[in-house]
């Protein structure tokens, strides 16, 4: 089970910290990744991160105003967002998986239920 939470409304500029805590799994044994859904449009890939946390990976769209961190002692992994822009709300939905640190949301067998964000102009 995967519970997320941080979403809200915030204004252009401004900062965020989605965070997704897991229970009843070995927590550093997985990949874990955040992605996004706007409305009419599909799911997105925002960041991965390795289960040591010693590795990342963005979308060129958040590279250099999000960071995507872990700490596995709380069994639990973080988005920090900041200098939003508009363009970023959506649905952000944090994800586990024992393959690998991928962009590719069929990669990844465990999902949260998902966080608004909304940022207004």
């Known amino acids: 089970v995967q519970l997320q939470s941080g979403g809200g409304l915030v204004q252009a500029g401004g900062s965020l910290r989605l965070s997704c805590a897991a229970s009843?799994?070995?927590?550093?044994?997985?990949?874990m990744g955040w992605f996004r859904q706007a409305p009419g449009k599909e799911r997105e890939f925002v960041a991965t991160i390795s289960r040591s946390g010693g590795n990342t990976y963005y979308a060129d769209s958040v590279k250099g105003r999000f960071t995507i961190s872990r700490d596995n002692a709380k069994n639990t992994v973080y988005l920090q967002m900041n200098s939003l822009k508009p363009e970023d709300t959506a649905v952000y939905y944090c994800?586990?998986?024992?393959?690998?640190?991928?962009?590719?949301?069929?990669?990844?067998?465990?999902w949260g239920q998902g966080t608004q964000v909304t940022v207004s102009s």
């Open positions: 994800a586990a998986s024992t393959y690998s640190s991928s962009s590719y949301a069929h990669r990844y067998e465990y």
């Open positions: 009843g799994r070995t927590f550093s044994n997985y990949f």
